[in-house]
């Protein structure tokens, strides 16, 4: 099978190249996945995941990719829950190889169902957006209707989603990003913009929770803004300060079926969208990697022709 390849970390996606790949092993509990549509993270070549299997053995060539939308073509030993032929999505192994590959091993507990009204291209969008959103806001977040929460990077990948997602939850958002952003991030339901590098935001008041994606300056100038009792969500790195009455708490994604679900349940319904901004084939998975001009929103790789 075709798959993108990475052997080199000090070349990072320099060093990708489309190799010919044995079709992986179905292990117990896992599905094999016929990929139609593969999300990737552009900082996933510098994650130790990439380049070592967990017993810290090399294990490239490494298929980066951890994002997937498609069909499943094979069920392993002791696999329930899903049917060879069915439409799913979701998030493969950080340490086994990804979704830039025609076919793909993954834990059938990592998938869920992919409703018939949401396409490959914008289900590859959702998994590491969509399950960092709600974890964030919801599970690590715990935001309730009513209370007020500042989100971070408001039009980009995940906070376009938590921006999305919060509003529906009967939350008061306020959003942040570039001057550019304002008229998306509004769009998306924030009741209030801030332009992060003109606007003065040190006295936007007293939240129930800020969403940090960006960390660093950002993270620090947000600490006096969380009230107390109230928590700092952030993504970018574990928290070098905690608020002084508030709560400050990193995570790192993780999968979750049913969170996926209710996911798409929504796109399904109109109710949510994630941004795409590129999408390329497999072929130009490099280029997609490491494109001249900026993308606004998600970059897909289309790896069959679909829908
Ligand atoms: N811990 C986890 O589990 C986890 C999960 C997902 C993502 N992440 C990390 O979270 C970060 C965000 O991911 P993402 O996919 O949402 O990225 P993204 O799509 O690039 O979104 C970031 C947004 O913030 C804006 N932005 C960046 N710097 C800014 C600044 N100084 N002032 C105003 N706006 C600024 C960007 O604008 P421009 O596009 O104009 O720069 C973009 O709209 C990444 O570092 C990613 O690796 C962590």
Known sequence: MRAITVTDQAAGIGGA?????QYPHAA???????????????????????????SGRDRTPSVPG????????????????????????GLT???RNGSLAEYVAVEARNLAALPVQVDFTTAAALPISGLTSWQGLFDHGQLRAGQTV???GAAGGVGSIATQLAHESGARVIGTGRAADRDTVLSLGAQLF??????????????????????????????????????????????PVQPENGQAIFFV?????????????????????????AIYPLEEARSAFAPTTRVHGRTIITVRQHD
């Open 17 to 21: 190249e489309v190799s010919e790949l």
């Open 28 to 54: 117990e509990n896992d599905v094999i996945l016929a990929v139609h549509a593969a999300g990737f993270t552009p900082g996933e070549l510098t994650w130790p995941a990439t380049w070592k299997d967990r």
């Open 66 to 89: 951890h994002e997937v939308a498609g069909v499943v073509a094979e069920l392993g030993y002791g696999t329930t829950g899903l049917t060879v032929g069915q439409r799913v999505f």
């Open 93 to 95: 192994d950080w340490a």
């Open 150 to 152: 500042l989100i971070h």
């Open 194 to 239: 801030v332009d992060l590098e003109n606007d003065h935001w040190d006295d936007i008041g007293q939240l129930d929770l800020v969403f940090d994606v960006l960390g660093g300056e950002v993270y620090m100038r947000s600490l006096p803004l969380v009230r107390p009792g109230g928590r700092i969500v952030t993504i970018a790195a574990p928290p």
């Open 253 to 277: 994604v993780e999968p979750d079926r049913t969170i996926l679900a209710h996911i798409a349940q929504r796109v399904a319904a109109n109710s949510l969208r994630p941004i795409i901004g």
